[in-house]
């Protein structure tokens, strides 16, 4: 089969974890001092006890479409704890508060040079879960990545989150590509489980890491002492590389 498309993840993949546990720390400190600093009087302890499950929650209803599925998150979660919050301080929210997680993430030196080469003769489009689409589109931006793909699909913008055969399909179909004419290149089990079940063939990016890391990709109010095992990647029929210039010699591209 010869592919006519390369799909790809965003954080993880063409963006590197730095320290995450810092960067929940961060986020955690960034939300909790735009709260105190309007006057609310809450603990930090009980403030990062009522985080518990913020993302993993369910996906919130959206009861006004200002607001991005992160600031519906938000709403909820101020709601909770009796805090008050307009919708303009809600977008405030969501920026600091992402910024101060981002501070933690860094592009790959190799992304835009691989990337540049494989669209002279791929379609290429990116895929990635994430509920505040202004950021993605600010973030790509910024790092003048926005132009090397021909779709941006966000989960916050189309309703559906790997590893949701959904969320491939419509790459798909924007890129009028069929399952089996494209790759997809990922560093999760979300990403390898769903591209697979979704009919891409999965390349999985396996970048040394900390053994323990992997428990600070994602939130949880008790960081240090969460016991959290991610689901397995299913590696069987997965290509495996380190960095992301082996995909050029994967496709012979110089």
Known sequence: MQYKGIFFDLYGTLLIFGDMKAAWENWMTAYYNIIVERGFNISEENFIAQLDGFFSRLRPAVINPELTVYEHRLLEQNKKIGFNSSIPMLHKMANVTIN?????????????????????LFKLALITNFDHPPHIHDLLARHKLKNLFEEI???????????????????????NLKPAEVVF?????????????????PVLI??????????????????????????????????????????????GVK
């Not at 290149?185 to 063939?201: F, Q, R």
């Not at 992997?214 to 590389?241: C, M, P, Q, T």
């Open 100 to 120: 101060a997680w981002d501070n933690y993430v860094q592009i790959d030196p190799e992304a835009i040079d691989v990337l540049s080469k494989l669209k002279n």
């Open 153 to 175: 699909i966000i989960s916050g913008e189309v309703g559906s989150d790997k590893p949701d055969p959904k969320i491939f399909q419509t790459a798909l179909d924007k890129t």
């Open 185 to 201: 290149i990922g560093d999760s089990p979300e990403d390898v489980n769903g591209s697979k079940n979704a009919g891409l063939k």
């Open 206 to 251: 396996k970048r040394e890491r900390d053994e323990n890391d992997h428990i600070y990709l994602d939130y949880y109010s008790d960081i240090k002492n969460h016991n959290f095992v991610r689901e397995a990647v299913d590696e069987d029929g997965v290509h495996i590389i380190s960095k992301l210039s082996e995909l050029l010699t994967i496709f």
